[in-house]
């Protein structure tokens, strides 16, 4: 089993709150986690038709039944469930009781909110990262670590890339979908998702998606809504405290798994990676979401932005760090070149403040090249 570098925050809150929340995409790697950190912990899958009717029906006996220190996984399905939780470690007043895992968001963020505010650590799971991999001394190129994605399923079964996210993306759509929303056009809803497939790496244009797909503005914005919810896309904020107008102030689009954008992209096998008109935007997707792994492993606030000025000159990723903004371009070239940090230099110039510069690419790590660190994507 691969371990996971969060399973070290998680053990930390653990001991400090009566209650961990564990949340993050299906197939992220929650329930693997939760059983390996909590191995004492009685394991109880709230997906499963028994524990739900039971936890719907009485939920003091479902507690009697499985007493602390419990895993509840998938507990959006029974939100409720989190007021007697509540009333429990209150009763105790201990740390260490329950684990709960979710894949929703809205659903389990409202529960949590509204029941267990100030008595669970929360911390946010994605599949698994360079590092996790790296660790395992696992070497794969740039073109194949984004054609198969970092879905934990991927490392312990026989299927493919292809098998994998076909059945993922057809079961969320079939699942997750319409718990999330009310769609009575899923077709509709899978042309959209692969549209969006298309615009990975850029600006949100809610107009330009909604002439594209067919459907109006504001269900656009529900859909968009729907995706981030279910962990599907991530929307990079811009970073513009401060600064004028010619900062653009629009989100850019990631997808949270790079191997399903391959696979919504048409993408079969890796050798067409390097000539897919979308390569570079499929590589900073890789790197943005990477680097945000790395945060939410750490148990750090995922604060990341991009910068771009109205004329283009861009950095990828925005870090504050102790009032300093550290600035991270992202290239999917191998070649060393030294005009790879000219946005970078630009930017430092007109923000002002900038600590660490650094270019993140496919060569080979190099020392500072005139303020700015050439960083291979590997090494992040």
């Not at 629009?250 to 919504?264: H, M, R």
Request: glycine residues 6%.
């Amino acid at each position: 089993m691969i371990r996971r570098d969060l399973s070290k925050r998680a053990l930390e809150l653990w001991k400090k709150y009566p209650v961990l929340t564990l949340t993050g995409p299906r197939q992220s790697g929650k329930t693997t986690l939760a059983k390996a950190a909590f191995r004492k912990a009685d394991y109880v899958n709230m997906e499963d038709p028994e524990n739900h009717a039971l936890a719907s029906a009485d939920m003091r006996e479902f507690l009697r039944r499985h007493p602390a220190p419990a895993i509840f996984d998938e507990v959006q399905y029974v939100p409720e469930l989190l007021r007697y939780v509540q009333a429990e470690v209150d009763k105790s007043g201990k740390p260490s009781q329950y684990v709960l895992t979710g894949s929703h968001q809205p659903a389990l963020q409202a529960a949590v909110t509204q029941s267990l505010a100030g008595r669970t650590g929360v911390l946010e799971l994605l599949p698994f990262s360079l590092h996790e991999l790296k660790a395992t001394k696992m070497r794969k190129g740039r073109d194949e670590w984004i054609f198969r994605g970092f879905m934990p399923r991927l490392y312990d079964s026989d299927l493919t890339p292809t098998e994998l996210y076909r059945d993922y993306f057809l079961t969320y759509v079939e699942r997750d979908v319409r718990q999330l929303a009310n769609l009575r056009r899923l077709g509709e809803f899978e042309v959209f998702i692969r549209l969006l497939a298309g615009r990975v790496g850029q600006l949100l244009n809610v107009s330009s998606l909604s002439d594209d797909a067919g459907v109006a503005v504001n269900t656009v914005k529900e859909w968009l809504s729907v995706l981030e919810a279910s962990y599907v896309i991530r929307l990079l904020r811009p970073y513009y405290r401060n600064f004028g107008k010619r900062f653009v102030r629009s989100p850019k689009i990631y997808f949270t798994e790079t191997g399903l954008v391959a696979y919504l992209l048409g993408i079969r096998e890796p050798s067409q990676v390097a000539t897919h008109p979308l390569m570079g935007n499929l590589f900073e997707n890789m790197v943005v979401m990477d680097v945000l792994k790395s945060r939410l492993n750490d148990g750090k606030e995922p604060d990341m932005y991009f910068i771009r000025t109205s004329n283009g000159t861009e950095a990828d990723i925005v870090l504050e760090n102790g009032g300093r903004l550290d600035i991270y371009e992202i290239k999917a070239s191998s070649t060393f070149r030294p005009d790879m940090a000219s946005n970078l230099e630009a930017l430092s110039s007109l923000t002002g403040a900038v600590g660490r510069r650094k270019v993140i690419y496919c060569g080979r790590t190099l020392d500072r090249v005139g303020g700015t660190q050439f960083v291979n994507f590997a090494d992040i």
